[in-house]
């Protein structure tokens, strides 16, 4: 027994999955138990499911590992609900599982492996063609095996609800809680990227700032959650005049940066930051129903330029955009007076 724990302990030393941790349990119980299959199954209690996860076997009976067999058939459920922990004589005491005959199981050696809160994740097996006597250690075996692979199924579920939360985090920290689009962090990291794939590249960048003229008043008249709710509509519409590829990103405020890659150096990128300005300006004019009133919006100033990446870093492409669209909304306002 004292070597069997050394290499029990070895295992897990060395275990970073539950494969690892696994196959040599299943070779170690195999000795254990006399029994020439073993294996550890998942069982799907919602599907009615039992899975073959990783299996050991030799002649003459072999459990195929990725077997899938219906839950209500198999020995583990017979086992668990009559609370019978090693069979001789499987034919006669249930002859109605057809997937024992299948296989040809005649000694049926099995525990349950369940999670902390009681739930059952699979069973832990050994098997045998022939009609085998127990040995001394293997309900002993059984119950340390399957408490092991219990704890790493909880310590694996532990370690992907740490990674989800951390993914989670991250996306609540570079996404702007109203609108959903990228916020000003996030907006600013992946212009970065934008504009050093374009020195690369020896392409323009194109930046378009936007700002919601006359929001304050739609606050105002219908209230800070239909002035919400217009920032999520606009947010929207501005995502449907998007090129593939482009960035969309709230800086806060009524204020939002589009940005692109444009044209070759060269090849007329100030026709094509007019393009892209005309674009997004036309999609900021509108109507909006807030709170079942129907706001007629007459749009945004959009300013857009079109830049040397070479030239520009993050502060400085966003500074020229916004001297764009301040220019824009002074010539709005003029056309208006």
Request: net charge negative; proline share 3%; hydrophobic share 40%.
């Amino acid at each position: 027994m004292e070597q069997l724990l050394d290499r029990i302990a070895r295992s897990l030393s060395k275990a970073k999955s539950l494969e690892e941790l696994t196959r040599p349990l299943l070779e170690l119980l195999a000795e254990v138990s006399g029994l020439e299959s073993t294996y550890l199954t998942q069982v799907d209690l919602a599907k009615g499911i039992q899975h073959v996860r990783f299996a050991r076997s030799r002649d003459p009976l072999t459990i195929p590992e990725g077997l899938q067999v219906d839950w209500g058939d198999t020995l583990c459920k017979r086992a668990l609900e009559e609370h019978q922990r090693y069979v001789q004589n499987v034919p006669e005491r249930w002859s109605d599982s057809a997937a024992a005959r299948q296989l040809g199981i005649r000694t049926y050696a099995s525990m349950p492996v369940r999670t902390a809160d009681g739930a059952l994740y699979g069973t832990l097996c050994a098997a045998s063609a022939k009609e085998r006597p127990q040995r001394p250690d293997t309900a002993s075996v059984l119950e340390v095996f399957s408490l092991l692979i219990a704890q790493f199924v909880e310590r694996d579920r532990l370690v992907h609800d740490l990674r989800q939360l951390n993914e989670q985090w991250t996306r609540m920290a570079l996404t702007d809680g109203l609108t959903g689009l990228r916020n000003r962090r996030a907006l600013t990291d992946d212009l970065a990227k934008l504009l050093a794939q374009c020195r690369r590249s020896r392409h323009g960048v194109l930046i378009c700032f936007i700002d919601l003229d006359g929001f304050k008043a739609i606050n105002d008249e219908f209230g800070h959650l239909a002035g919400d709710r217009f920032l999520q509509a606009m947010a929207r519409r501005l995502e449907g005049a998007l090129r593939a590829g482009d960035l969309l990103g709230r800086l806060g405020g009524d204020e939002f940066i589009v940005a692109g890659e444009g044209p070759a150096l060269g090849d007329r990128l100030e026709d094509a930051a007019e393009a892209l300005r005309g674009r997004l300006a036309q999609a900021c004019v509108g109507t909006f129903l807030l709170d079942d009133r129907v706001l007629d919006y007459a749009g945004a100033s959009v300013g857009a330029v079109a830049l040397d990446p070479v030239s520009h870093d993050v502060d400085s492409a966003l500074r020229e955009a916004d001297a764009a669209m301040y220019a824009d909304k002074q010539a709005r306002r003029n056309a208006v007076a």
